[in-house]
């Protein structure tokens, strides 16, 4: 396929029809399950100092164009264009890999899993939705971008890479996606695409964060980021750690804090006494660590710190969790460092691509598609190279902070699924081809 083809990848007429069977499929939908909440729901609605400045602001103007009915309506709308962007990006690549095109009901299918009866992330009132059609967005135009290099598509792409932030901090893995691009495209002698892409990701990334600091200093009353890193840092490092790594703590009053934590884990049967000479592997089964993730966050380790030091504002609080995080990990690696690489390990290859084997066949697509793509610099391997690497740093970046769920990873698993399911059939095709040749 013509690497410059048309944005319109099918007829007006037929995106039309589209475009009312999908309504109409929305409105049913709506119309049966209404709009679904979760724990999260009230912290968007209410706009916690812990939320980006995204979909706050996003609720704020539904609720002043539609009044009581807004919620309905913010789920319409997430539905509707979940739908909609998902099958246009299901026909993108279709036309690319130059398959027939009907497949794109089945890539439909797979990309619609989130807002299923099961899921139902479409009519959530989260930024799921949201967040999953603007990086289905990004990596269309980034396509577009290096086929066409127009300036213009790399503003746009800059444009959704800061909505994306703002919406969920986590799309950030988007940043670094680009970045390790550059460098790929560095390699390739693309110097000015390289510059580019790099460019756009960290204007991108500084832009999201004025525009949310700005929002915190309007809304809060601090311009800052969200406190919520340490919190999310510090929970598998402790339940990782044993006797050993809380003897070597050096700061007396991070141990102390620390050893409180332990005894109410302890009391609660959510941690048990562990000791470094009698097992080398992670101590606790990491799905155990999932399960017990945001009792043992909030229940535990912030019990503690507000029983020590009642008062702190969410940023001290959040200073005081960084302090622990990095007191616990540093003695972790220095006594214990297989434990604490193998915990890690297990989060990023059971919790984020689900077993030992999904995770040695998408390793493999990734660096089979970069090979491909230094060697032919083909936009059909630079589309691979990005959903796969995005993938990649995605399910890293949530490893290191929190138990790896399929809320966290689906924004880049589904689309790295379909991308596989088209390879696939390129290959059958291919060989088929050489065979009766």
Partial sequence: MDSKFSINLLSGEQWKIEGVIIALISAAFIYHFGHATFPDTATYIVADPFRTSGYPTIISLFKLLFGGYYLTAISYVQFFLYIFVSIRFATLLCLIFDV????????????????????????????????????????????????????????????????????????????????????????????????????????????????????????????????????????????????????????????HLILKMVDLAESRGLRQNTHVESEVKPYRPIFDYAAKYNVLRMQVIHRVIEDAQPGLSPKEMDGVLIRLSTSIFKSGLQNEPIAYAKA?????????????????????????????????????????VVISLAHFINIAVVTVLQPVMFRYSFYTELPMTVLMVILVIVAITYNRASNQA
């Fill in 100 to 255: 027939n095109v009907r497949l794109r009901y089945v890539l439909l299918l797979i990309l619609c899993l989130p807002i299923s009866p099961a899921h139902q992330y479409g009519n959530a009132i989260l930024t799921e939705a949201f967040a999953f059609v603007v990086s289905l967005m990004i990596i269309y135009q980034a396509y577009k971008a290096y086929t066409l290099s127009r300036y213009s598509d790399y503003f746009v792409l800059f444009l959704y890479l800061a909505v994306a932030i703002t919406l969920r901090p986590q799309m950030a893995y988007f940043i670094i996606t680009f970045v390790v691009v550059g460098g790929l495209l560095l390699v390739t002698g693309h110097a000015k695409k390289a510059l580019m892409y790099i460019m756009v990701a960290v204007v991108s990334f500084l832009s999201a964060s004025t525009i949310d600091k700005t929002y915190h200093y309007f809304q809060h009353g601090f311009f800052g980021q969200i406190p919520f890193v340490g919190t999310q840092l510090i929970v598998l490092p402790f339940f990782t750690m044993s006797e050993q790594t809380i003897d070597h703590i050096e700061n007396r009053e991070d141990k």
């Fill in 344 to 384: 890690y390990a297990n989060n990023l290859i059971y919790l984020g691509f689900g077993s030992p084997l999904y995770f040695i066949i998408y390793l493999t697509t990734f660096l089979t598609a970069s090979v491909l793509f230094l060697r032919q610099q083909n936009p059909v391997w630079f589309l691979s």
